[in-house]
């Protein structure tokens, strides 16, 4: 075995063929062919031989097994030296290091023939292993490229998972480290856009290329398809838009600005908006600012009822209490499964959290008027439901939810907006009513009815245009619908006015709570 100093220089002489194999080990730097295995391939094939590509442990990564003892591999990996030679009766065997000394993309690259090496051939190893030195450069340089990425988009996840929580403390903590200011404010627009499955990774890069660093972007995690931008900015709506106009079948919805602890409420309207904007010309929508039935309600009344239906809850340590709720105000605006992916927890232990606040509640969240109601209350609690236009009368008597829903201006809005499907020569007021009452079920509103499943969910697919609301998708939508049939008198309101001490526990263990 013969070994050559690092750093001493091959010769390089004149040679006819030069030029030819020169151009295909260059071909590999193409496009199309950067791979070091296709490099190792060549070489073999070139050099009338076998060769091998070796990691910095030694481990075979290209090519077939060759006879090199483990010091000498040992000795090139080491810098000791740069190249080594081993001949023995039948063989010719030469090895070069591939790159620098413990550097990431360091490897050993060898031939072996059954013929001496000439200038040629020795040449070629030579020049190959700077090549595939290039290559696995290029290769790391992606790999952690994708590894950052990854970080960055779990970061950006994780801050959205904390602003549905209403966390924004936590939120923009972990968002100051990577993207300074980003979330320094107190409102902003969250939109999500929509596009087939397999584009989603470019519709993403696109939409981080147009936010430019003032939006927070992230990759649904309930939706294949979707993108969800949290925007403070009003020219990243903009930019949106112009994007969706140049991408055929792509389509956003945005929310109406909101505070930062309501992004659960204003991802909602974004994917109500979302619903719409499929069937615009342009591919956008924005969420219509509409009248709500809270706004119709005496704000002074709603909010004392909302504070004795959702007391038992006050029996809970604060940050359990936080949990529960945060948890199943996302209950009630998704499925389970997609809450659980948005709050990046299991299904199993939303619905856990859900069957606690439930039971606490003594409520039964079958009933779509319970959820109503329930989606009413903490949503007033949390300070969502709008102001009405005039200041309430005090009250010295508790009102329930049945004289909540008995004013004069909201039993109106509810005949004028269920009024609406009178126009339709089916009964769909009917089909609605059945349906609500049977939990939304298709089968069971059916047999009330004495009609096929399928007519009924036609009928309701008929509601939902008639009434610009989503009705098949739990969520707001849904509960305003449920609210103005309790209000026009088509449903019978729940009971839910659940009995609590009169002394509240200012909190404790939670293996304490007990339901009222």
């Known amino acids: 075995m013969a070994g050559r100093q690092d750093g001493a220089a091959p010769g390089h002489g004149a040679d006819d ?12 730097l193409r496009p ?72 990431p993309a360091a490897g050993v690259l060898a031939v072996s023939r059954a013929t001496p090496f000439d200038r040629r051939t020795a040449d070629m190893l030579t020049r190959a292993a700077a090549v595939v030195e290039l290559l696995l450069r290029a290769e790391d340089t992606t790999e ?58 470019r519709l993403t ?96 009344a709603l909010r004392a009822w909302a504070g004795r239906l959702l007391r038992p809850l006050d029996t809970l340590p604060h940050h359990t209490r936080a949990e529960l709720v945060a948890t199943t105000r996302l209950g009630l605006e998704f499925t389970a499964v997609s809450a659980a992916r948005i709050l990046g927890v ?10 606690r606040v439930e039971a606490l509640l003594g409520a039964d969240f079958s009933l779509l008027t319970v959820r109503a109601a329930t989606h009413l209350a903490l949503n007033t609690q949390a300070g969502v439901a709008p102001e009405p236009a005039r200041a309430p009368a005090a009250r010295s008597r508790q009102v329930g939810l049945d004289e909540l829903l008995a004013g004069p201006a909201l039993r109106t809005w509810a005949d004028e907006l269920l009024g609406r499907l009178a126009a339709d020569t089916r009964d769909l007021r009917g089909t609605l009513r059945a349906w609500t009452a049977a939990g939304g079920n298709a089968e069971r509103a059916a047999q009330l009815l004495g009609v096929h499943a399928q007519t009924v969910r036609e009928h309701v697919r008929g509601v939902e245009p008639v009434l610009e609301r989503q009705l098949l998708a739990v969520g707001s939508d849904l509960y305003e619908v449920v609210l103005a049939q309790l209000a026009a008198g088509d449903l019978e309101p729940p009971v839910l006015e659940p009995l609590v001490p009169e002394t509240t526990p200012s909190g404790g263990a939670e293996g304490t709570d007990r339901a009222p």
Do not use: K
């Not at 063929?17 to 590999?28: F, I, K, N, P, R």
């Not at 950067?34 to 090519?63: E, F, K, Q, S, Y």
């Not at 950052?148 to 602003?163: F, G």
């Open 144 to 201: 952690t490229g994708r590894r950052l990425e990854q970080a960055a988009s779990a970061l950006r996840l994780a801050i959205l998972q904390l602003l549905m929580v209403e966390d924004t403390v936590s939120a923009r903590r972990v968002a100051a480290g990577l993207w300074p200011g980003l979330l320094d404010t107190d409102t902003a627009h969250v939109y999500v856009l929509e596009a087939h499955p397999d584009e989603r990774e």
């Open 32 to 103: 199309a062919g950067r791979d070091p295995r296709r490099v190792v391939a060549w070489l073999a094939g070139a050099a009338h031989g076998t060769a091998c590509l070796l990691d910095g442990t030694g481990t075979l990564l290209a090519g077939a097994e060759l006879p090199l003892a483990d010091d000498v591999i040992a000795d090139l990996l080491a810098g000791r030296f740069a190249s080594a030679a081993l001949q023995d009766e039948t063989r010719h065997v030469r090895a070069v290091r591939v790159g620098h000394p413990q550097a």
């Open 205 to 300: 890069a696109e939409c981080l290329d147009a936010a430019d660093g003032q939006a927070l972007v992230v990759r649904c995690p309930a939706v294949d398809g979707h993108v969800i931008v949290i925007a403070p900015a009003e020219t990243t709506g903009r930019a949106l838009r112009t994007l969706v106009g140049a991408r055929p079948r792509t389509f956003l919805g945005g929310s109406i600005r909101h505070s930062l602890a309501r992004t659960a409420t204003a991802y909602g309207q974004a994917v109500s908006a979302l619903a719409l904007a499929r069937f615009r010309p342009d591919g956008t929508a924005v969420y219509a600012e509409r009248t709500h039935p809270e706004r119709l309600m005496d704000a002074e």
């Open 17 to 28: 063929g030069h030029a030819t194999w020169a151009e295909e080990l260059l071909d590999q």
């Open 346 to 355: 299991s299904r199993n232990t939303v619905r856990a959290r859900v069957e």
